[in-house]
């Protein structure tokens, strides 16, 4: 049995909302990969992952793609591809590349790393235009802007498209090129009813997850032009991402990719949706629902004293799990593992304990 139930270790009905990534694989995507052929993928070989790498390009409007282990890895070799040592990239300050990848850009990159200040998930584009570098021996040459969407710090929210569209168009005026970090992209084109390339478009090239809300396993795409990718692969390989044969995974990552999976993600919206509505109305719970764009509910207690994580431990006590995001803040994330039903318990269960 491949349950939920046993991937949690527990007999207890578990309503588990910390994460997108505890998505299981689906029944289809075993069989797939089961039965996928399998070649060496470091020498092009592997049929399946051949097959994702072109359905990744196709849907993000690129010319080619790679497949790595994770996303953080795809955005660091976007990184290294991009730059060269003792360059300056611009980041949104709370970006996702700059909090939670380990430093990687520095330590591996060699990179500095401007902030931009941005409402709405997205660099101010103002910001970005000034902290482009001037050509001048005494600074770092700029190389690269990197953007996000979703946004994971602001919970899941779509920057505009309006600003991708400036800074793209600053991108092209200064001669710096734009990698979005598109971990969540398919969440971004459900929420706001256009294609996936339509969103990358802004960009040269795009990390897309496969293993958060898709359900696959584990991997992630790389996609850019022909030129990027080619030299995108050797440092994939230097990384150590050059997995042989990965076609029981890239199997997995197509099914992931299919359109029926990729708009089942829309449900996840609802019932993060449903579940802030019904906490909002809670007193002493802040949400702000113009904030619930996607599948993260961002709560707040007002009660300073109230502890985030004693309240996530009293909730794991009855099988829910959520994760305490800060002292006051707890997060929760929905995903295919959580029915409307569930939800709908959850709101009770707060409900029966609260305040
Ligand atoms: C926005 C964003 N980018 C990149 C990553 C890194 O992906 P991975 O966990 O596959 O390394 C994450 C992971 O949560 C993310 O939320």
């Known amino acids: 049995m491949r349950t939920g139930a046993i991937y949690r270790g527990s007999e207890m009905k578990i309503i588990d909302l910390r994460r997108d990534t505890i998505t299981l694989p689906s029944i289809k995507m075993c069989e797939d990969a089961f039965k996928a052929v399998l070649g060496d993928s470091v020498y092009d070989e592997d049929p399946r992952q051949c097959e994702l790498e072109k359905r990744a390009a196709t849907i993000t409007a690129k010319e080619k793609g790679i497949f790595v282990p994770s996303g953080t890895m795809?955005?660091?070799?976007?990184?290294?591809?991009?730059?060269q040592k003792g360059e300056e990239?611009?980041?949104?300050?709370?970006?996702?590349?700059r909090t939670s990848e380990t430093g990687g850009a520095a330590c591996v990159g060699g990179l500095m790393i401007k902030t931009v200040a941005g409402k709405d998930g997205a660099p101010d584009p103002a910001g970005v235009e000034r902290a482009i570098r001037?050509?001048?021996?005494?600074?770092?040459?700029?190389?690269?802007?990197?953007?996000?969407?979703?946004?994971?710090r602001y919970g899941g929210i779509v920057p505009p498209l309006s600003k991708f569209g400036d800074i793209s168009r600053i991108s092209k005026r200064r001669g710096v090129p734009?990698?979005?970090?598109?971990?969540?992209?398919?969440?971004?084109?459900?929420?706001?009813?256009?294609q996936p390339g339509e969103i990358a478009g802004f960009a040269d090239s795009v990390m897309i997850s496969l293993s958060k809300g898709l359900g696959a396993p584990v991997g992630s795409?790389?996609?850019?032009?022909?030129?990027f990718i080619e030299k995108a692969k050797r440092?994939?390989?230097m990384l150590g991402g050059g997995m042989r044969q990965t076609g029981w995974l890239c199997a997995a990552g197509?099914?992931?990719?299919?359109?029926?999976?990729?708009?089942?993600?829309k449900e996840d919206h609802q019932n993060a949706r449903l579940l802030a509505e019904g906490l909002a109305s809670l007193p002493g719970i802040e949400i702000d629902l113009n904030m619930v764009h996607t599948n993260f509910v961002k709560t707040f207690f007002e009660d300073p004293g109230r502890d985030a994580q004693a309240f996530a431990g009293l909730l794991s006590s009855k099988g829910i799990r959520a994760t305490a995001a800060g002292?006051?803040?707890?997060?929760?994330?929905?995903?295919?593992?959580?029915?409307?039903?569930?939800?709908?318990?959850?709101?009770?269960?707060?409900?029966?304990i609260y305040p």
Not at 89 to 97: F, G, L, P
Not at 337 to 344: A, G, H, Q
């Open 74 to 83: 795809g955005n660091l070799i976007a990184l290294l591809t991009h730059t």
């Open 89 to 97: 990239i611009i980041v949104e300050e709370n970006a996702h590349i």
């Open 134 to 152: 001037d050509d001048n021996i005494h600074y770092p040459g700029t190389s690269l802007i990197c953007l996000e969407t979703t946004h994971y």
């Open 178 to 194: 734009v990698h979005l970090d598109g971990a969540r992209l398919f969440n971004a084109s459900v929420y706001l009813g256009v």
């Open 221 to 227: 795409v790389l996609c850019g032009s022909g030129e």
């Open 235 to 237: 440092y994939r390989k």
């Open 254 to 265: 197509l099914e992931a990719l299919s359109d029926d999976n990729i708009s089942r993600l």
């Open 327 to 352: 002292r006051n803040e707890l997060r929760f994330v929905t995903s295919k593992e959580v029915s409307r039903d569930d939800i709908l318990s959850t709101i009770e269960v707060i409900k029966g």
